[in-house]
Each structure stands twice: as C-alpha cells, then as structure tokens.
C-alpha cells in the first residue's frame, strides 16, 4: 500500500455566498501548483441561502503522473468524519454544524470561520430574543479542533467592500494552515484566472491576508448586563443613592429617556413610583433593575407624537446616509411608511371624547401614509405631531398606559409581599407589551390574560404560592414564543390542570 | 439566458486530441456526447444535470458546427419522445433529467421507447437526485431499467470513467438495440476533475445532413401484434446481446487479487467511498489498490450471471454494497447464486442501511461488520467509528439543543414572498383553507416562516391534487403553481381537468417568467428579452382559451391587493376554478440583467436612484412580526443600542433590492412605523439639488431637523 494521503479540504458556507468560487479557486491553485486535485459539491438550491458544502482532496504533487492517465487516484466523494484537514465556514452556525458532523476533530482538522453569525429564520422569526448562544458555539468549535482560526472576516470583507469568499481565502493563505504548498501569487492567478469581480476579489484576498487582531466571537447578548450610555454612569444624585447600585445606571438611563419623553416632572414621577420599591424587602438589585427598565419602557410608549420626535432627529440621516453607503454628493431621501389606526389617532383626544369617538368607528381602520421627512411637507407633518407633547398628559392614549401602569406596579406590590422571585416575573410579563397596533393589542391580550389567568389566582392564594413564579415564567415564555398561537392558551391549561391536580391531593 | 454562465466551459467542449479538459462531472459528459458522435440532445432542466442543457444552450455555434440538434423540452415526456428518432434512424441521440421524478413523468413515453428498440444509440441521462442535497422523493431509477428493460450505467465516479461510460454506452444501445441510462448522483455531476479530451465527432446524419423518411416497419411501432414480438426479442435477443457486449469489454471491473475468501460488489458510484473505508482499514490506498477482491459493477443492470458466478465461486462470502431500497442488486445476485448452485453467503442489507444515502459513516459500519463476522476486522476502522460516534454524542451533548436546520429559502426581493405574506395575512383574517402545494421556489413556503402546505402531489399536479379536495371541503382549496410547472404539465392535468370537471377551487400561478428553481431556463411563457428565446406566450390567453372565466392578475409586491384578490377568490359566489396570475419577475433573473446596465449609467455619470429599505432602530421594539410575515434574507435582526432594552431590533443590510415588500407588509398588516424606504439619487441633476437645497433650507428654518436626542440630562 502507497502511503499517499490527500488533503482534504471541507467548505462550509450559505448558498449564494460564493462557496463554489472558493472551490473553484483553490482547484485552480492547486493544479497551478502542480498538485493532482478532485473535489465536488452539494451546492444545494444554490443562491437560495440554504446550507451548502464543497469538498476537495488534493493530492500533492501528483498532477502531472495522472493529469493524462486513465486512472487517476481514487478520491472520495463525500468528506468522511475525521478525515478533514481543513474546514473553511463561512459562518459560525455552519461551523458549529460541521463540528457537530464530526468533520472537525481534535486530532487532526484546522478551523478557519468566520464569527460573523447570519441568523437562521427560526432566531430571526422569534419575538424578543431567539438567536443561539455564539460563545458557546465558537467555544465548542475551539474545543473539537486542532487548530481554529475564528474572527469576523465578515466585518473585513464589508470593510473592504469585498466578498467574504475571498477574504476567507487570504486568510487561508496567510495562516499557512493549508497542508499542501500553495503561494500566494498561485492564489492572485486563480481569482484572475476565474474572472469574476477579479478587482474585488483581489481587494478581498489582501484584506483577509492582512494581520488582525484576534478577535473572539463575541456573545452581544446582554443577558444580565445593561449596557448605560458612559456619560450617564457619572450621574450622581441624591435621589440614586436610594437605591442599589446594580440598578443605579438604569435608572439614571430612565430619568434621561422620560425627561426627553416629556418633562422633568414625568421623570421625577418615575422616581416617586420606583422609590417605594427601593426599600422592600426581597426587592434586591436585579429586582429593582429590571423593575425600573420595564417602567421606563413603558412610561415611554411608543404613541404617534414619540414616533414624530423619533423620527426627526437630526442624527438620523447622516446614520441612514453611512448606512445605505451613499456617496458624497448623492441625495439621500428617507420615506416613512406609517399607517395610524383608529386607536392610535383618536388616542390623542381627550379621555372621554376619544372613547366617545372610538364607540362611533370601526376600530380596524387605518389610514397608510408615506412621509418623506428629508422633504418640507413630509417634515412639516411629523413636525405639527411631534409638537403635541406639551398636550400628550390630557390625551385618552395617556390616561390608558397610566392606567396600565399602575395596575402592573400594583400587581408587582402584592407579588414581591408573597414572594420575590415571583414578583421578579411580574415585573418581566411587561416585556409582553410593546409594539404597535395588532402587536400592541394581541400582546396586551396576552398580557391581560396571564393576569387574569395565572397572576390574580395565584395572589388570591387560589393556585398553590409554591409555583407562582415558575408559573408566571412559563405563561410569558408561551406568549412570547408564539404570540398569535396557542402556545399561551395550553399552558395556563396546563397551570390548572397542575393545580387542581395538587389541590386533590392535598385534600 | 440561464442562471449560471459557462462561459469558460463552453472553451473547453472545444477541446480536441490529446488536451486535458478541467471541469465538472456533467460537463465532462457533455463533452463526452459530443466526442461520441451525438446528432440530437435534450431534455428538461432539473438539479444535479442542469448544466448539461445550459452549457448546450449556450454553445449554438459549436453545435450548428457539428450539426447537432438541441431541444430543451416541455417536459421529460418530450425528452423521452424525442429519442424516437433513433428508433428508425442511426441517430445517436442523448437526453437528460433529473430523476426519479422525471423518469416518472417519462416513464409512458420510455416503455414505448423500449419495446420496438432503437437502431441508433439511445442514451438517457439521469441525474439520481438521492441523498444529501436531494429535493425529490428518494426513490431508485433502478425499477424502471427492470420493467422496461433499459440498461443502467452506474459509473465510477472519476471523470475518465464518465466519459468512457458515455462512449461505450452508445456501442451497447446499438449492439443491443436498447435504450441506456446512465445514472449520475448528486456528488457525481459537481465532481471536479479534469480527463483527456478527443476530437468531436460530427454525426453522419444530422440536422446538417438530412435522412430521408425509413420505409413502412410495423416492427417499429409499439403496437399489437408488434408488441408480443419486441417483448420476446427483448429477453431473447437484446439482452444476451447486452449482456455480451458488456463481458467482453469489460464494462465492469475486477479489482485486487483474483482469489480470497472474501469478496465485495460494489455499485460503480459508490466505489470511492467504499475505497476511502478499505484505505481506513488497511485494505486500499488512494490509487485503489484493494486487497479484497472486488467487482465495480459499472453496468448494474443488466448483471452478467457468468461474471458474477465467476467471481462468487470459491469465496465464503460476499458484500453487496447496494446503496437505497428496494435491494434490487442483493435479490439478483442471490438468485443468480442459488441457479448456479454456488454458495457463498451473501451479505448487503443485513450489515448495511436498508435506506438513505451511503455515506463513509453508513459504510464504514456496514464494511466493519462484514469483516469482523470473517475475520479480517481491522482495529482502524473500528477505532475511528468508535471515534467518530463519541464526537458527535460528545458535541450534541454540549450544544444541548441540536442545531438548527438551514433550509433554503425566497432569495432576498424575490416576486413570490409577497403572496404568502398575503396568505399568511388571509389566514389570520379568515379561517385558514387546504393548501396544495407544487415544485418549484415556491416550495419554500412550507418551510418557516410561511410553513404552509397540506400536500406536495409533483411538478405541475399542485391543482389536480386539489380536484377531491375541493369536492369534500367547507372551504374552497388554494392550489400554489408556477410558471414552470404550469407549462410542465399543469396547464393540462391541471386547468383542462379542473374546467372539465367543474371544480370549485382557487389557484394562484406564480408568473415569474422561467423555470427558476432550476436555473432560471426559458419557459414558453419568457418573454424575448436581453437575447433570451423565449416566445413570451400569455398564461392569461391560454387559460381563457381553455374556458376560465375568472382570471384576475395582480403585481405580486402589492401586498394588499394580493390578499384582495385572494379574499375574492376564496368568496367569490361564482362556482368554478378561479385563477390568480402573480406576476412579478424573478429577482436574480432581474438584478443579473439590471446590475451591468445601472454600473453603466453610473460610470457615465447618468442620474440613478438606488432604492432600498430601512429600520429605524429607535422604533422598532424587537417584536419581529415583519419577519414572520417576510422571511427575506436581508430582513435581519442586530444587537439592540438601547440600553433599556435586550431583544434584537430588526435591520435591513445592504444585499435590499428594494422590492418594498416589508414596507407594504408594514402597511397591510399595520406592523409598525419602524419601516423606511431610503432613495439614494446618485449623479443628481442640477434640479434634484436645487430642490433638496430649498428642502433642506425649509426644514432648518423649522428648528433644522428637530433636537438631538440628549446625551447628559440631570434629574431635578
């Protein structure tokens, strides 16, 4: 037996990304190189941003023996688990999937990914928050490889404004991982010899050649971490002090986000419904954090009026503008699509007329509307809404989310008596309550029938104490996973049957 | 013009003696049918075995040159009818499809085909879309070769045995008068490799010069009585003919020592990645050099009793590895065994899987045990399937949730997206009806975040599966089909038998102007446009001409008028097939023709407007309801900057074509008013800057643009 072992080479990457020209690129190299390469793909519905793979073995030096033989050496087809000496992905899911496939191994394979994350339609799809854990993932790859090579090469190729591919490829020839002698002028030849976007390509191949930092795939979950504004951290009042430190930079947060909101006295009215909090006991320091995130969200709600000011700051089109890469000189305009339903404009009336109002119309009305804020008239609109803020106090929308606030506030009160971790999950069921129209409305509903449901009973002491806060988790976690469905419904199903499972025990 | 451009391969089908082609598997044939001397080719497009069509599309001049007519078929049908022409001619004729389905679609015109036998070599190319990458039910082209008597090529997977199993192919059609498959897996037609090309071949008779019509034969025809006859000569003379050819040229291969104990049959294709275990167990290299003697049936059907027989004889024991179900190869062999009254033990499927593809993990198990039960068990390769498990139980136990799967979806701006936004709007509104679904890109609906679809009945049969459906439901049935589809075959399974028979049902034809899914090749419906060949014939006109009455068109990124048009349609008091033609070009078709034409105007300093869309993240709450209506890839979600809050806000990247659909789904479903188009006129004229000028002027003297948001505010 001859002891000729092939390089094998497995590309992981997403359809349309260009994994086949990557391919092609080191076939080209390689056979430029003199090497006897075979390889092959399962490209998948290319384009179509599906999960695709490329596998290559390389032969070194054997190019020539059977470039003309009938027989040339016989190369797999699919990459066996173990047998890979070099894994390229282009994204650090399908990384993780190649690690999980036992492409990747200790012994023997060299990983080169990208940290860079494009999220699966299930991460994206979730209300709040779905994405997967990345640190955890790119610890995983580390562990299972003899060597890995993770960095944002995707944050070098937009920096380059080159394909990923081919930074991928500098970085590949740059690390001098590829067990096989290839230059990087055999590397130039192939991009060129392939002609495709050849200038930027050959921007790319430099970009990923150049030294970096090395950077880690970083979680940007926030998890238990409130990132404040810096310059707010130095806040320092006597009215803080009050509280726990762990909570201290949120609130300064709050008081700065309601005085913009409204006024100074708004922002001191979230003081006086935080304080009574800050001395009770079990409302610890995540407690009390959390607490006053949700109660300045809340306080802040998004209505018609905070949608106009948000939206003519001055920031935003020089954002909008470095974002969609415009260059200087282009005109960049910005159009608005808004569609106020009934609620949302009757909502500016005074209570008892909105309601009024309100009785008299179809509630699924809804007027679409594109204002183009970058021109006068579009502007000139949002800029009469926005000046109603000195009138939001007497408005119907107001006296509701006052109301709600205080209803939350009161259940959070008798919650945090009974028990603090329970109290901890009141206090989180507001995160159910956001977005606008049939988001707002089908998570108010939610939310109210979590109260009624789960919360109420359990303070009545009809649902047994010793669950309450697992139960509240439980119910929110449905309605949040799948606010239109059933999810919700089943669970407070479930709560029940548990309960009166319980209850006839107990008797 | 197709998806992929083959620009440089086109070269290389050019190649003559002695020069070394560098390519992928289904080029190489391609090459190959040319080298052969073909007069005709077809077929319909379908992954693995596209390419062959695209690059023959693309190559007029080389085949006027040669005289070698190339016909991209309605259907399979068509390509199968098509090698009709061999029938009385010495044509060498080749066409092309991916199977099993469109073996199935061919399967009236095949037997045909079959029984009177062809006079020129008849070769049909299939592309066994089986296993990892597959898109169609997983089921062997193998059955047809058995009942229609068709000989099945299952190659060796490296690029010179491809093209000398084409070659060789056309010998034994015409030695035995029958029509071949050559069958080619997925990994089999993307393989690169490269193979010494010879001289093409122009065919004696073709398209350049013309046969006159062959005299009256009854024995041509598949007719009675001709039939009992063409039944009898295929078993009697055709296949110990074929059975010949293939012995004596040695089609297939003996590897390794003559004589062993044991020994291994092998499907040709799967002969590389049984070598790459044997290498592992000490028992190859990477030449090939087997220890164990081994026959690479290139050729698996017919078999040849006597090489198998020969090969059996003396040994204690056999490995079939026969890859998918049933065990066609496993039955034969044992039978052909037992009549010889030779008893080697036969193994396959009791060591092997009985179904799905045949990986070096599925091999490597099933080869283990088979040699452990005769003693030849190799410690390397049992360590590393040791190694292998261990790894995958040890990383799924520190994922703790298995990986999600990333299945393919709409491309970013595609015109299909906005009606299932729709419907899935519909289906909020009204109670959700039976969907039937096709092939085609529009298959993705059933995937997340659509997950639409009651049943998949084939390509094109999205309305006649819908026929008892209609019949037996409250609710009429949607029926989902594209223009491919549609002309595939729908036009007449479908509309004909649903106007026939009077159904109520609703069907929505995805009017996208190609075959996409598969590459984007022109339908009859295309319209002529950048050189394209398509006649650009109307959906509407065809319909109307088969007697529906109600037709409504609507632009497919209108995303409230759709579901208008839907609600009618679902409403509608009249009874009947109502049909809903969505047009709205493929993107990638669109942007491929767009992009050149914009850099251009661009680079001549012409005025363009770029147009994409755009979050605000200051208002968007992270809810992400316009994701679970839009599922677009450059619809993404990034960390959130407000410090008060944790969830992901949506965010549009810069691969937006600016299609508006997330804006017109912010509007229809009244979503939120995060959503932005952003125009970027880039070369303005004098005029757009005067005009921005006064704007801007207005707004400053207005406040300028409002406050910015506060970095520093002190409670009081």
């Known amino acids: 037996m001859a002891h000729v072992q092939p390089i094998t080479v497995l590309i992981a990457a997403l359809g349309g990304e260009g994994g086949g020209v990557l391919a092609s690129w080191l076939h080209r190299s390689a056979i430029a190189e003199g090497h006897f390469v075979q390889g092959t793909s399962i490209p998948g519905v290319a384009q179509r941003t599906g999960a695709t793979t490329y596998y290559l073995e390389i032969v070194p030096h054997a190019g020539a023996r059977h470039r003309r033989s009938d027989r040339g050496p016989v190369l797999a087809l699919n990459a066996a688990p173990g047998e890979v000496d070099l894994v390229v992905a282009s994204e650090l899911l399908e990384a993780t999937r190649a690690v999980a496939q036992g492409f990747v191994t200790p012994e023997r394979t060299v990983l080169l990914a990208s940290s860079a994350r494009v999220f699966t339609i299930d991460e994206k799809a979730a209300a709040g ?60 030849a192939a991009i060129r010899a392939e002609g495709k976007a050849v200038d930027a390509n050959l921007r790319g191949f430099e970009a990923g050649r150049a030294p970096r930092r090395t950077a880690s795939a970083q979680g940007d979950k926030t998890g238990d971490q409130t990132r404040a504004s810096p310059p707010l951290m130095h806040l320092v009042s006597q009215q803080l002090e009050a509280f726990a430190p762990q909570a201290r930079a949120v609130i300064a947060e709050g008081i700065a986000r309601l005085t913009d909101y409204q006024d100074a006295a708004f922002a001191n009215r979230y003081l006086a419904r935080l304080k009574p909090f800050a001395s009770r006991p079990g409302a610890e320091g995540r407690f009390l954090r959390e607490l006053a995130r949700h109660l300045a969200l809340r306080m802040s709600v998004e209505d018609v009026i905070r949608v106009a000011q948000l939206k003519l700051r001055k920031e935003r089109v020089l954002r909008v503008t470095h974002e969609a890469r415009a260059r200087a000189g282009d005109i960049v305009d910005i159009t608005e699509y808004l569609k106020p339903g009934a609620e949302e404009i009757l909502g500016l009336l005074p209570p008892r007329l909105g309601r009024w109002a309100l009785a008299r119309i179809r509630h699924d009305r809804a007027w679409p509307l594109k204002v183009t804020t970058t021109r006068a008239s579009g502007f000139l609109r949002l800029k009469a809404l926005a000046a109603l803020k ?84 439980q119910a929110r976690l449905a309605a949040a996973k799948d606010p239109e469905g059933e999810a919700l419904a089943e669970t407070i199903a479930a709560i029940r049957r548990s309960a009166a499972a319980e209850h006839a025990a107990a008797e | 013009m197709p998806e992929v451009s083959f620009h440089q391969q086109i070269e290389s089908l050019r190649l003559g003696a002695g020069e070394i082609f560098y390519g992928e598997g289904i080029l190489a044939v391609t090459k190959a049918l040319l080298q052969s001397g073909v007069s005709y080719v077809g077929g319909y497009q379908g992954a693995p075995v596209s390419h062959l069509l695209d690059a023959l599309v693309q190559s007029q001049g080389l085949l006027s040159e040669l005289g070698v007519h190339l016909e991209t078929c309605t259907n399979e049908a068509a390509a199968a009818a098509m090698l009709a022409a061999s029938i009385n001619y010495p044509l060498r004729g080749a066409v092309t499809w991916k199977s099993i389905v469109g073996t199935n679609v061919a399967a009236d015109a095949l037997s045909n085909l079959a029984s009177p036998g062809v006079e020129g070599g008849a070769l049909i190319i299939v592309g066994e879309d089986y296993g990892e990458g597959a898109s169609v039910i997983q089921e062997r082209t193998y059955a047809f ?277 729709a419907m899935k709007l519909l289906r909020r509104e009204m109670e959700p009806v039976h969907i039937c679904a096709d092939i085609g890109c529009h298959s993705f609906a059933t995937f997340a975040p659509f997950s639409q679809g009651n049943s998949i009945l084939g390509y094109g049969m999205s309305l006649a599966s819908a026929a008892a459906v209609s019949a037996t439901q409250t609710k009429r049935p949607i029926s989902v089909m594209g223009d491919g589809g549609f002309w595939h075959n729908g036009l007449i399974t479908g509309v004909a038998g649903a106007i026939f028979n009077k159904d109520d049902s609703v069907l929505i034809v995805m009017n996208n102007g190609y075959a996409s899914a598969t590459g984007q090749q022109e339908i009859v419906s ?149 959503f932005a188009q952003i125009d970027i006129i880039q070369n303005p004229t004098g005029w757009d800057r005067l005009k921005q000028r006064l704007s801007t002027g207005f707004i400053r003297l207005l406040g300028g643009g409002g406050r910015s948001k506060p970095a520093l505010v002190t409670a009081e």
Not at chain 2, 182 to 194: D, K, Q, T, Y
Not at chain 2, 321 to 326: I, L, M, Q, R, T
């Open chain 1, 129 to 188: 928050d779905g994405r997967l854990d990345a640190q955890a993932m790119a610890d995983i790859a580390r562990r299972c490889s003899r060597l890995a090579i993770i960095a944002d090469f995707t944050a070098i190729a937009a920096q380059a404004q080159a394909p990923l591919n081919a930074v991928l490829l500098g970085a590949l020839a740059a690390s001098g991982v590829l067990p096989v002698p290839i230059s990087e002028d055999a590397f130039r």
């Open chain 2, 145 to 421: 070769a058995l009942k229609s008597s068709l000989w099945l090529l299952d190659p060796r997977p490296d690029l010179p045995s491809l093209v000398r199993s084409v070659e060789m192919a056309f010998e034994l059609s015409e030695t035995s008068n029958t029509p071949v498959i050559l069958e080619l897996r997925i990994r089999a037609c993307h393989m690169f490799g490269s193979f010494a090309t010879k001289d093409n071949v122009a065919p004696a008779h073709s398209a350049n010069r013309r046969l006159g019509p062959a005299p009256f034969n009854y024995d041509r025809l598949s007719h009675p009585p001709a039939t009992f006859r063409q039944e009898a000569d295929k078993v009697e003379r055709r296949l110990p003919a074929a059975r010949r050819f293939i012995f004596e040229n040695k089609l297939n291969e003996q590897l390794g020592p003559r004589e062993g104990p044991i020994g291994i049959i092998v499907q040709g294709g799967l002969f590389n990645v049984l070598n790459g275990r044997l290498a592992l167990a000490g028992l190859s290299d990477v030449d090939g050099r087997v220890a164990i003697p081994t026959l690479v049936l290139n050729v698996v059907h017919p078999l040849v009793p006597e090489e198998i027989t020969r090969f059996c004889a003396g040994k204690s024991a056999v490995l079939v590895v026969e890859e998918g179900a049933p065990d066609f190869l496993e039955q034969a062999i044992g039978q052909i065994l037992r009549k010889a009254d030779v008893g080697t033990q036969l193994c396959g499927k009791d060591v092997l899987p009985m179904a799905g593809e045949y990986t070096p993990l599925a091999v490597g198990k099933g080869l283990a045990a088979f040699l452990a039960r005769h003693d030849r068990a190799g410690p390397a390769l049992e360590q590393w399937i040791a190694r292998v498990e261990a790894q995958q139980a040890q990383v799924g136990k520190a994922l703790v949730a298995p990986l999600p799967a990333r299945p393919p979806t709409f491309c970013t701006g595609c015109p299909e997206r906005p009606v299932f936004a």
């Open chain 1, 390 to 473: 000195g009138w939001r106090p007497h408005t119907l929308r107001f006296a509701e989310e006052e109301a709600w606030v205080e209803r939350w506030l009161e259940l959070v009160d008798r919650a945090l008596a009974m028990s603090p971790a329970a109290a901890q999950e009141v206090v989180a069921t507001a995160a159910l309550v956001r977005g606008y129209a049939d988001t707002y409305k089908r998570g108010l509903a939610n939310w109210r029938k979590i109260v009624e449901c789960v919360i109420e009973p359990m303070l009545a002491g009809r649902l047994s104490r010793a669950h309450f806060a697992d139960a509240v988790l």
């Open chain 2, 526 to 674: 295309s319209a002529k446009e950048a050189g394209g060949r398509g006649p650009g014939i109307d959906i509407a006109t065809a319909l109307k001409s088969l007697g529906v009455g109600w037709i409504k068109r609507v632009r497919t990124y209108r995303v409230a008028s759709v579901a208008r048009t839907l609600r009618a349609a679902l409403r509608s008091q009249a009874k009947g097939l109502k049909v809903v033609i969505a047009d709205g070009e493929c993107q990638l078709a669109r942007q491929r023709r767009l992009r050149p034409e914009t850099a251009r105007r661009l680079a001549a300093g012409e005025r363009v407007v770029r147009t994409r869309f755009w979050v605000d993240p200051e208002v968007c709450t992270g809810d992400h309801s316009c994701i679970r209506l839009s599922g677009c890839p450059s619809l993404n979600i990034k960390p959130n900057e407000d410090p008060l809050r944790s969830d992901p806000v949506a965010h549009v990247n810069n691969d937006c074509v600016g299609c508006g659909l997330c804006g017109e789904v912010a509007h229809a479903a009244q979503l939120c008013p995060s």
